[in-house]
């Protein structure tokens, strides 16, 4: 296997060298094909650039490009959406559409502080606004201001009570409440009338299983939510990050059937290699490490869990992973954050992290089975 | 030949430095393009990568609608990718805007995609002393792309990202931090010498012609290695400045030459009286070939002064370098082997070796080098 797997590096890295050294060249014919367009993704595409002077158009084409972006992950989708949305950059009260896709396309690309600053907006057009009240409250949450998510997610409860369901659940679980907001949300699930935010709250259903240490039942909603948005890419990413965790290959496998390297799902296509033993882990390695380090030459903001868990798995690197960890922490504050910070610590045996990261846990009262193995370790 | 590896070599750095190597085809890469950007004399040449991706989705490419775009169909538009380019990339030479020319397009395969590689000249009315570069290429199609640049002056490298926000960059050509300036060609000496292997072995042919009944003449080594040194430093100033400068096609052939001839020489010790005269001679020959990396026709005299003397003294530390890796070891096999039968082994080695490129060099084509 040893020996295969060296083969295989060798004709790779020979590969690599060649390409590196390849000329540009002429083609021999106009027939020639350059360039081959994945047409699941290019093929509804309109043009990008400066669009519709209409908010209604121009926050319609941004639409079609975010949602481009998320089933491809090309950022390039999100630079498009941006684009279609210059006229208002600037504007600090663009119409209502506008900003939806403003704070459509911040969320996409991790700026939480602008994606806040545009939801106030929307508030203080429409105070009620449900869908503006969730993001918000999602947003605190993740950042560890549970009180001003709290209050947040109480005025959903004005407007709808199966929504408000949805973000008292996700915060109860993560503030001392983890049963009963269980309990809570599936009662609740069935009244949710649009089939995506039913699949959301069978996603929230299975972190919540997952942390209280119930493997079954956080699979059994998992693949719930995926029945019900088979091509939402975050509850899949987040699925595969839960087989990942608990060293489920063959589901992941199955999961990954059709994912391509050129696809959303290429980090957990290396995760599954990384579990499986499969030649190509070190290709992939490869492959992810220069993909951060251009992230960082072009100063884009670092792809925080990818990068601790291939520093942690990977490159066994904890250092680096401890760094990237705290630095994380220091914006956010999810179960999962916490849990990757604690897997840093206990790798770079860095006890005072151990200890705040122990009393953190014991004033959010946060349940999780994972973070207590990992705090218990001596 | 060896122009290709070292184009190839530099290509790896470039590529390396930006990260893109050796990525496998990851679609969700941002949009990023590259550009080489090299100061000669009043011109500026420009070497822009720009991802096909992008200019598809920028102009429509695919006419038929095949999901696959055709060479002719990049034709067919190239002269509007062509327009925007020029537009896109405006330069400045002491606040005179320079002319951009048409672009040469081809094509190449990178790990990270398909690019169209666009060539194109920029010419300004006076050689290039202050450079105002402004990019606004792609950002009113997605504000997050990236002009990844790198503008090379003779040896020196100058990054820069352009970016929605940062579209401006100005440069003083030929301004820069002097110690770093000082440090690095003096590391280019070092570089230089310790990887030609051509050099290393004319000064091992040098302390093997010192070696005498088993023991090491180190004032016949000093003076040979001295004589080298003065020839190649005379030649070295006087070519890299531009007063003299043959043809890489004469010089390399003779440097390999050289070697052969010293190695001969220590077998059959036929010369011994005219030795130092020749050592200086052929001391001549590897002064130009060690200007070749140096091209500093354009800076001015101090700097000049400055790049020669911080490339020479580099040279000396590596000259040095190989004298004292090599001279324990000859001492080391002594206690072993006969001076002769080092002596006779190794510059058989050598005769061979340089040889063989001497019939590369002089007949231009490939034996062991490739």
Redesign the interface.
Known sequence: MKQVALVLACVLSVGSIACAFAEPYLPKSRSDVIYEAKAEWDAALVRPGPGSQNPDEAAATAARFVSQGERSDDPRFYGYARAALKPWKDDPSPPRKVLEQRVRIAQSLHDFDAALADIQRMLHKQPNDVNALLSASLIHQDAGRFDTAKATCDRVALSSHAHWTLCAADLSSVTGGADEAYALLEQNVAQLRDLRTQAWASGLLAQIADRRGSRELAIANFERSLQLAPDAVPLRKSYLNFLYENRHAVRMNALLTNATEDGPYFFHVCLLKKLQGAAGTSRCLDALTKKYQHAANRGDKPHYFEEIVVALDFSNDPAHAFELALQNWNVNKKPSDAVLLAKASVATKNKDVLLSLSSWKRETKLEDTRLDRLLSKP | MKKTLCR?LV??CL?IG???????????????AYMHLEVKGQDLQVRWHIA???L???F???ADGD??????E??DRSGEVDDMLRKSLRVQNDKATCAPQPAQF??????SG?FI?ADFVVRCAHTIASLDLRYDFLF???????G?ANLAEGEVRHPI?F?DEQRDKALRVGARDTHGYVFQYLRLGVEHILSGMDHVLFVVGLILASLNAGRLGFKQLLLAVSAFTVAHCTTLVLSAAGYFSPPGRIVEPLIALSIVFVAVNNITRSITRWELVLVFLFGLFHGLGFSSTLDIVRLPLGEKLLTLASFNVGIEIGQLLVIGATVPLLFLALTKVRSSTIVVCCSAGMAGFSSIWFVERAFNFSIITN
């Open positions: 190839g290509r790896v590529l930006w990260g893109i190597w050796p990525l496998i085809a990851l679609a969700h890469q941002p949009s990023d096909l991706r992008d598809n989705h920028v429509m490419l695919d999901h696959k775009v055709s060479w002719g990049f034709l081809q094509v190449e395969q990178l790990s398909t590689v009113e199609f997605d504000p997050s792309h990236r990844l990202v970016t």
